[in-house]
Nanobody, 121 residues
Framework: QVQLVESGGGLVQPGGSLRLSCAAS????????MEWHRQAPGKQRELVAI???????WYANSVKDRFTISRDNAKNTVYLQMNSLKPEDTAVYYC???????????????WGQGTQVTVSS
């Protein structure tokens, strides 16, 4: 099986920074896309950023120029560097990956358990 473990969330003041990490482990053959999503209280989950296997990236307009997604393929880990944080960035942040499992045909999607980010003074 495959597991995603997130870390790095917490409480930060407006204008501050946080770095989230998400490590994938298990019977992984290769990872295609890695994504960060977030869900604020009372709102739908939204896509924040994507990084493909060739390291090309996409960002939601609300985080562009403030957040940076990156990946370490050797560690099967994706990061989200969040700068200039705003109260509206407060949410549970989830990582998601699309990958190929060892010895199994097809592509599979997995979600992390989520990590809370709170931006407040």
């Amino acid at each position: 099986q495959v597991q995603l473990v997130e870390s790095g969330g917490g409480l930060v003041q407006p204008g501050g920074s946080l770095r989230l990490s998400c490590a994938a482990s298990g019977s992984i053959a290769s990872i295609y896309t890695m994504e960060w999503h977030r869900q604020a209280p009372g709102k739908q989950r939204e896509l924040v950023a994507i990084i493909a296997s060739d390291s090309s990236t996409w960002y939601a307009n609300s985080v562009k120029d403030r957040f940076t997604i990156s990946r370490d393929n050797a560690k099967n880990t994706v990061y989200l560097q969040m700068n200039s944080l705003k109260p509206e960035d407060t949410a549970v942040y989830y990582c998601k990956t699309r990958l190929r499992r060892q010895g199994v045909l097809g592509q599979y999607k997995y979600w992390g358990q989520g990590t809370q980010v709170t931006v407040s003074s």
